[in-house]
């Protein structure tokens, strides 16, 4: 019996393989820093300096990834985050 390996191309990562997602948090010009991080210390349980880095990496390259779970892990926090006005994504 043989064993087939799916080799990944260029465009696919282990993750995407796995169904590991992750919740990408996206700068905007509404939100206040103060905001976003408590936002993400409240819906996701990050610590203050875990949110405080992800909002400045956010703020400087346009976008963070915040969590990493399957998408059905992830789509709750993604509800909260975008009744809270922020944008997110999960990719």
């Known amino acids: 019996m043989s ?3 799916k080799k990944i191309t260029g465009t696919e ?5 796995k169904g ?7 700068n905007d010009d509404v939100n206040t820093f103060d ?3 408590s936002t993400l210390v409240e819906v996701l ?5 875990q949110a405080e880095n992800c909002a400045w990496i956010a703020h400087y ?8 779970g399957s998408f059905e ?3 709750p926090y993604y509800n909260e985050m975008t009744n809270r006005k ?6």
């Open 13 to 17: 990562s282990v993750e995407s393989l």
């Open 35 to 37: 905001y976003v991080i």
């Open 73 to 75: 892990q992830l789509k």
């Open 20 to 26: 590991i997602k992750k919740l990408i948090l996206f």
């Open 45 to 49: 349980g990050h610590d203050i300096m």
């Open 86 to 91: 922020l944008t997110v994504e999960i990719l």
């Open 61 to 68: 390259k346009g976008k963070c990834p915040v969590k990493n």
């Open 3 to 5: 064993v087939k390996e």
